[in-house]
């Protein structure tokens, strides 16, 4: 199965995040992560429901912990291991964005999705790698089978209690606000 490795700036939208997660449940692909990914999520969610929410910091810990550990839980091979030692080896611009690609390595991944594809430039990629736009992702992904993407999107949809979220709704969010445009027409095709 595909394997690609979600970097942090689209595993925080919570909307997109779900969605994609919601493809691998349908065996579209298989998602990737680090540790350092995940710690980086994990700081951006209790930001996130401090400032946006306003939960008080112990709240806002246990609501972006929960998180992490229902991913963990739910996708238990996704974290990468090991990927420390190729940290600092491929000399990209931004040296935070190293651990991005290490765990890309080690975990074998087809493909980086990021919305920082220039921060990976294609002389610095180790071969076999691709560096995607969360837009060509969901795409590729979604052509895979819009049957089960579809079928994604409405499981995805039910969980959603409060308040409730329809399809459509759900799919106008990922169009406006995420310019996940061309998964969502290939959906759109099969309804």
């Known amino acids: 199965m595909f394997a690609a490795l979600l970097d942090t700036c689209i595993l925080w939208p919570s909307r997109q995040r779900d969605f994609l997660l919601s493809l691998a449940v349908e065996n579209l692909y298989r998602p990737l992560w680090s540790s350092a990914i995940l ?88 071969h076999g790698i691709e560096i995607l736009m969360p837009c060509e992702f969901a795409a590729n992904t979604v052509a895979v089978s819009p049957q089960r993407a579809l079928k994604a999107v409405m499981k995805l949809t039910q969980r959603y209690k409060t308040p409730p979220v329809s399809v459509d709704d759900f799919l106008k969010v990922l169009r406006d606000t995420h310019g996940l445009d061309e998964a969502v027409d290939l959906i759109d095709e099969f309804r």
């Not at 209790?46 to 810990?61: R, T, V, W």
């Not at 990927?83 to 491929?90: A, I, K, L, R």
């Not at 980086?112 to 610095?124: E, G, I, Q, S, Y």
């Open 39 to 126: 710690d980086e999520l994990r700081a951006c969610e209790i930001d996130k429901h401090m400032l946006k929410h306003g939960l008080s910091e112990p709240d806002a810990e246990s609501k972006a912990a929960y998180l992490i550990e229902q991913m963990r839980t739910y996708f238990d091979d996704a974290e990468v291991r090991n990927w420390e030692p190729y940290e600092g080896t491929f000399g990209l611009p931004d040296p935070y964005d190293e651990h991005v690609l290490a765990a890309a390595v080690a975990g074998h991944a087809g493909a980086v999705v990021t919305r920082n594809v220039k921060d990976f430039p294609a002389d610095k990629v180790p």
